[in-house]
């Protein structure tokens, strides 16, 4: 959490942290510090053991002030547009970047994050270097990986609203489906055959509607295609009956926090062979939902799914890992959960390859899976907080498969 820089300093050794960015836009790291949308972004400093300063445009000043960043300063303060016509744009930076560590006395070993443009952000660090700046880099998990992993009350219930209306979204789609009929194999909506485009377009609206923002494009596979977990539906698959669905939607609020919530659905009657993925998939949900909690190592309640899995007779990694290369597209074939903030892949990650203790705050997907080339696939995902005595799930959505 943000309240928790100091101590993640102290524990890395850093006299001071600079964040930055041409935009919080598509920079979750700056959006995560400033608390706010800043369209030109800034430069946050954080001198261990005091207030961080936000340096931004003279315009994006009021955008600034929104944030949680309360001592704010302007370019201009640093003489930087006659630095700026004088030097190049360059040379400047490395000027207005030496000129901020200095006035506020950053000392120590200093760590650099935000999403900027590589080539030239080395070029930098290489600048400040020579001007006897300690510059370091971090291997992953950084310190704003560590900090973004756990959340706040106040991010847990900006995720929770985000959820709310995520499932608004996805309850006005069901009632396309529901509302359909069936002709044969065929589904028809409003006179019309029922293509997974025609579906796409209503859950766009819906989004605008709700003010949420695709991050890509909602998965919403159907029939033999949703076998590849990824597969988004082409514009013109047909809704056929008796075939799963498989509808994954991951927005997130105009610039800022996700939520993802993924269902399977039949319109008409599922074959025996789906609908025993589906229990199959639902029981191993179940079984992770009951044993997340802190202080459990999330790589074991993953061996827990594939026990369950590998006992009804479905591959799992653990296959993959012992050389079955069916395994790559047969039966369980992703994680069990990956954390969710600002981005929908966070830490914690809930994998048979990765020793992840979990903690109080983590907030993470569990959203185990059963594909079947040819057939199909079947996947059920929530959104839980980790608590210390098992879990808050935010995931309203009921478990149903047939419409």
Do not use: W
């Not at 016509?85 to 070993?109: E, F, P, S, V, W």
């Amino acid at each position: 959490m943000i309240s928790d820089t100091d101590q993640e300093m102290e524990k890395r050794g850093l006299g001071a942290i600079i964040v930055a960015g041409e935009s919080t836009f598509g920079n979750p790291e700056l959006y995560y510090v400033i608390g706010a949308g800043v369209p030109r972004g800034g430069i946050y400093l954080k001198v261990k053991k005091r207030d961080p300063v936000l340096v931004v445009s003279n315009i994006d000043v009021g955008s600034a002030r929104k944030g949680q960043v309360r001592e704010i300063e302007t370019y201009s303060e640093y003489d930087y547009e006659k630095v700026l016509q004088r030097y190049g744009r360059n040379r400047a930076q490395t000027i207005l970047y030496d000129k901020i560590l200095r006035r506020h006395k950053a000392k120590g070993k200093v760590g650099f994050y935000g999403k900027v443009e590589v080539s030239s952000f080395v070029s930098l660090i290489e600048s400040l270097r020579r001007k006897g700046h300690r510059i370091i880099g971090e291997k992953r998990p950084t310190l704003l990986d560590s900090l973004r992993e756990t959340k706040d009350s106040m991010e847990i219930e900006r995720i929770n609203k985000v959820g709310a209306r995520t499932e608004r979204v996805v309850e006005r789609t069901l009632e396309i489906l529901r509302n359909s009929s069936l002709e044969g194999s065929d589904v028809f909506y409003q006179d019309k055959p029922l293509t997974v485009g025609r579906v796409k377009t209503h859950i766009r609206q819906f989004l605008v509607d709700e003010n949420l923002v695709n991050i890509e494009d909602t998965i919403f596979a159907a029939g033999p295609g949703s076998a590849d977990p990824h597969y988004r539906g082409e514009e013109s698959d047909q809704i056929r009956a008796g075939e799963p669905i498989v509808f994954d939607i991951f927005p997130q609020e105009v610039g800022g926090y996700c939520f993802d919530t993924t269902r399977t659905y039949v319109v008409g009657k599922p074959s025996q062979e789906i609908r025993s993925m589906y229990e199959a998939v639902l029981e191993a949900q179940s079984v992770a939902l009951d044993n997340l909690r802190e202080g459990v190592n999330a790589k074991d309640v993953t061996g827990m799914v594939c026990d369950l899995f590998e006992k009804r007779g479905y591959k799992t990694p653990r296959d993959l890992a012992k050389g079955d290369e069916t395994a790559r597209t047969t039966g369980f074939t992703h994680s069990l959960g990956h954390g969710i903030g600002l981005t929908i892949g966070e830490r914690p990650n809930l994998s048979v390859l990765f020793d992840e203790t979990l903690r109080d705050g983590h907030v993470t997907s569990v959203e185990p899976g059963l594909y079947r080339p040819g057939l199909g696939g079947v996947r059920i995902e929530d959104i839980v907080v980790i608590r210390k005595g098992g879990i808050q799930n935010l995931s309203r959505l009921e478990k149903t498969l047939e419409l």
